[in-house]
């Protein structure tokens, strides 16, 4: 049994098979271990396996399917609580399957099919870990996080946008931590928001075990020359929206994630950042940045 901490939260989980030193991604939590703590807030567990009949036999009513590429993610009810499960498109198989409790504190690995030995279904477990933490007043961003002089700068963007990019731009130039690349939870405390970071960060490769507060959200746009707009309160809640991990599905959480998103707006300047991945977007930043 072993624990990591994730911000304040505390996540016991089961041992993953260790694969080839070469392969073995248990490192990435490495810097996230805390000592064994008996009234950890959630449980990540290995289970027993399912068969996919099994599966498809206690799964209800489904509640939100989402399509991406060559698979979908499925969220169904069942006696228990919910099921999620991630299938192929082609031939509905499912690959990945977690059974979660009616109060969100046991996620339990029901199927795995990736052959990853437990990789895949822990990277994949993010998204349940951000719809979970609304429910505490904290949120996940799409977003890059990096911590500049002690100021911490959300950059969001779909992906494709240039957030890993311009996040690199920003440390060759001036030498900021990347704290995280793809997956920051975002926490208010004593009325101040902070950015944390997690062991999730897409591809990206950036992620550190550290909190910063944060003194503005940026919406990274690709343009043919540099702009930076301060975005007005309405504006500003359009574009937060579709960067941060929210279950669409659900109204009560969908509510929860618009009064973090609200409070931050009131605490936090947004900005538009039209520009190519060059220096005098850092620039253009930086110096707005200077003035909080």
């Known amino acids: 049994?072993?624990?990591?901490?994730?911000?304040?939260?505390?996540?016991?989980?089961?041992?993953?098979?260790?694969?080839?030193?070469?392969?073995?991604?248990?490192?990435?939590?490495?810097?996230?271990?805390?000592?064994?703590?008996?009234n950890a807030d959630f449980y990540y567990k290995i289970g027993d396996f399912y068969k996919q009949e099994e599966i498809e036999n206690i799964l209800g009513e489904s509640l939100f399917k989402e399509y991406s590429g060559f698979y979908y993610n499925e969220i169904n009810k069942c006696n228990e609580g919910l099921i999620y499960t991630r299938r192929i498109?082609?031939?509905?198989?499912?690959?990945?399957?977690?059974?979660?409790?009616?109060?969100?504190?046991?996620w339990e690995v029901i199927c795995d099919e990736t052959k990853t030995n437990g990789r895949y279904a822990f990277e994949h477990f993010n998204i349940l870990f951000s719809y979970i933490i609304l429910n505490y007043g904290a949120i996940v961003f799409h977003s890059s996080l990096i911590e500049y002089k002690n100021k911490g700068i959300l950059i969001c963007g779909p992906s494709g946008t240039g957030k890993t990019t311009h996040s690199r731009l920003w440390r060759d130039k001036e030498q900021p931590l990347i704290i995280n690349g793809d997956r920051p939870l975002c926490i208010k405390e004593d009325g101040i928001w902070y950015g944390y970071g997690t062991p999730w960060c897409g591809t990206s490769g950036e992620m550190i075990n550290r909190r910063v507060s944060i003194k503005a959200v940026v919406i990274l746009e690709q343009y043919d020359k540099n702009i930076l707009t301060k975005l007005d309160t309405m504006t500003a809640l359009a574009n937060i929206i579709p960067n941060v991990i929210v279950p669409m599905w659900d109204k009560d959480m969908m509510n929860k994630a618009i009064d973090c998103i609200e409070s931050i707006l009131l605490n936090i300047p947004v900005y538009n950042l039209k520009c190519q991945p060059n220096y005098e977007a850092v620039d253009l930043l930086k110096n707005e940045i200077h003035k909080y």
Request: glycine fraction near 4%.
């Open 89 to 106: 498109t082609q031939g509905n198989k499912i690959i990945l399957a977690y059974k979660i409790s009616q109060d969100w504190k046991l």
């Open 1 to 38: 049994m072993n624990y990591i901490k994730i911000g304040k939260y505390v996540i016991k989980y089961d041992d993953f098979q260790i694969e080839s030193e070469y392969m073995n991604f248990l490192w990435k939590l490495d810097a996230f271990n805390c000592p064994q703590n008996e």
